[in-house]
Nanobody, 122 residues
């Protein structure tokens, strides 16, 4: 099993940037596909971005060209660089791991971090 811990959330003005990190432990990180999801108050958890163990990336249309997902298998680390942030990006952000190919729905992921709050003020 893999354990995941997110960090890097905070309060930022619209148009600003934040970088989220996810530290993995407990298993071989490189065998997992990884994803970022977010959940705003009163809304369902939604897909943001995902990356295969080889580094192939996938993005939700709402964040494409603004967010960049990356991983460092040697450091057991996942990151999400978020630029040009909007108020609609306000949510709790979760990293997730899946021991198969990349998925884009929450139900496909087996392991989750505790989440980190991102608040974008307009």
């Amino acid at each position: 099993q893999v354990q995941l811990v997110e960090s890097g959330g905070g309060l930022v003005q619209a148009g600003g940037s934040l970088r989220l990190s996810c530290a993995a432990s407990g298993d071989t990180f490189s065998k997992y596909a990884m994803g970022w999801f977010r959940q705003a108050p009163g809304k369902e958890r939604e897909f943001v971005a995902a990356i295969s163990w080889r580094g192939t990336t996938y993005y939700a249309d709402s964040v494409k060209d603004r967010f960049t997902i990356s991983r460092d298998n040697a450091r057991n680390a996942l990151a999400l660089q978020m630029n040009s942030l909007k108020a609609d990006d306000t949510a709790v952000y979760y990293c997730a791991a899946r021991s198969r190919s990349v998925g884009t729905t929450p139900s496909e992921y087996n392991y989750w971090g505790q989440g980190t709050q991102v608040t974008v003020s307009s």
